[in-house]
């Protein structure tokens, strides 16, 4: 700026340079003094929480992560010849309860999860084999079959058994039940539990060999909270997060049903009888299958699928995001956000850029369709529990507003400048007296003040000269 206003009408450049920086210096004064009224400083009063893109994905994520209950009943037969020299017959299992996790594909209630956790067809995963597991367990702890018995029956029951419902040949009963813990608001002061399941119907599933993805319909008395899945498969090195109901941690923690946050980067890309799965080193564990694992903008990049039994390392795999779109697609699922899902990023965006009014408006937007959004909810209160915290700079018409007044102080104190210049050059002697320094006319030959003369002298000095 102080280059700007140096930069003169060249005739104005004999103005001397005294006077000129106190016109100049004024001018700029204004501007510093226009920095510290009350206005500018509105203009960038203010703090924003803290934040990262991390903590803005798990905030996107969490409302649509859901907990997801499984109930399975059946009949376990016996094959003939078996090593653990077990009578071949009918034996009734006792009712075994999986959990997994998922997330909500569409607001009118269809939820992705993982195959094999809704899988009633196959002896190596899911239903049957939880039945299977379970009948073993029960036999074991009452005494009927020692530990190692108990692991051969199961191998030759995997090879040679069956699993089956009440009627022969049936599939074994399944009763699904998806709760919504995180997006299930709750009374100040009580703990956040699972609240109201909705029970679940098994729209389509494939087996982890087929892709290891399921999709369930459910009748939501809201609109659910939704994520929307990604475009593209990630490349390697892309950060992710992988979220769900880790089974490990409901058995130690308050019954609170909070979904766990693991966060991770994609290593690879591997096939399992040519279908993708990708590879991250998020530490998922039991109870996660299903869960969405999410980019750093809350796009969904896959659903958390196997881990290699006995790895002690971090070292998971997810469904490609290719075979959760080809699910979606076959059975019309259309992948888009609500009304309600696009105010919810928009309160996030205003909430962490210390808009707090402006997210205020936005949540009450979500809470007017989702009334139970918890997380639009709590970020309401702290929004509003911020006002006094408003930051009022961002908006592009406030910044445009100081500009525009520093611009005209600017401009007010270089044509101020200029005016003097003017005038001093309009009406500036052209000499001064040698004797007694008074100023006189150009061309005067004697001193008006002291009568000395002035033509020719050889101390006849022009302004210049003094400047």
Not at 47 to 53: L, R
Not at 85 to 90: D, G, H, P
Not at 110 to 130: F, I, P, Q
Not at 322 to 345: E, F, I, M, Q
Request: glycine residues 12%; contains cysteine; aromatic residues 6%.
């Amino acid at each position: 700026m102080v280059t700007m206003l140096l930069r003169l009408p060249e005739r104005s450049r004999s103005l001397r340079p005294g006077r000129t920086a106190v016109a100049l210096g004024g001018a700029l004064l204004l501007v510093l003094l226009f920095a510290g009224s009350p206005a500018a400083q509105a203009a960038v009063r203010g703090s924003t929480p803290p934040s990262s893109p991390l903590i803005r994905a798990e905030a996107i994520t969490r409302p649509s992560v859901v907990y997801i209950e499984t109930t399975w009943s059946g009949w376990v037969w016996v094959p003939p010849g078996n090593h653990a020299s077990v009578a071949s017959k009918w034996y009734r299992a006792p009712s075994i309860t999986t959990t997994c996790s998922g997330f909500a594909a569409s607001s009118s209630g269809y939820v992705v999860t993982a195959g094999h956790c809704v899988n009633d067809r196959s002896l190596t995963e899911g239903g049957k084999a939880a039945l299977v597991e379970g009948w073993l367990a029960y036999n074991v702890d009452h005494g009927n079959l020692t530990t190692e018995r108990a692991r051969i029956l199961g191998r030759d029951i995997t090879l040679g058994g069956r699993v089956e419902g009440r009627a022969t040949g049936s599939p074994p009963g399944r009763a699904v039940t998806v709760y919504q813990p995180a997006a299930h608001a709750v009374a100040p002061g009580r703990a956040q539990r699972r609240g109201s399941g909705l029970a679940a119907r098994v729209v389509d599933f494939r087996a982890i060999g087929q892709g290891d993805v399921g999709l369930l319909k459910v009748t939501p008395p809201h609109p659910m909270p939704v994520l929307r899945v990604a475009s593209e498969s990630p490349q390697n090195g892309t950060q992710v997060i992988s979220a769900g109901y880790p089974g490990s941690v409901a058995g130690v923690v308050d019954a609170n049903q909070q979904p766990s946050f693991k966060t991770g980067t994609v290593s690879s890309t591997q096939t399992v009888n040519g279908i993708p799965f990708v590879e991250t080193n998020a530490d998922n564990s039991p109870g996660m299958s299903g869960g969405p694992t999410v980019d750093q903008g809350g796009l969904v990049l896959g659903t958390v699928s196997f881990g290699p039994a006995g790895e002690q390392q971090a070292f998971n795999f997810i469904t490609d995001t290719s075979v959760v779109r080809a699910l979606l697609a076959r059975n019309g699922v259309p992948t888009k956000l609500s009304a309600a899902d696009r105010a919810y990023r928009a309160g996030l965006a205003d909430y962490y850029a210390g808009h707090y009014h402006d997210a205020v408006a936005q949540f009450d937007t979500v809470l007017a369709a989702e009334p139970d959004q918890a997380l639009a909810a709590q970020y309401r209160t702290k929004a509003v529990a911020s006002y006094p915290n408003e930051v009022t700079a961002t908006s592009p018409w406030a910044w445009a507003g100081v500009g525009a007044g520093s611009l005209v102080l600017l401009t007010s104190g270089a044509v101020v400048a200029f005016v003097l210049v003017r005038q001093r050059r309009k009406g500036r002697p052209a000499a001064f007296c040698p004797n007694c320094a008074a100023p006189h006319p150009a061309g005067a030959r004697f001193c008006e003040s002291c009568g000395h003369p002035l033509t020719g002298s050889a101390s006849h000095q022009t302004r210049a000269d003094h400047g």
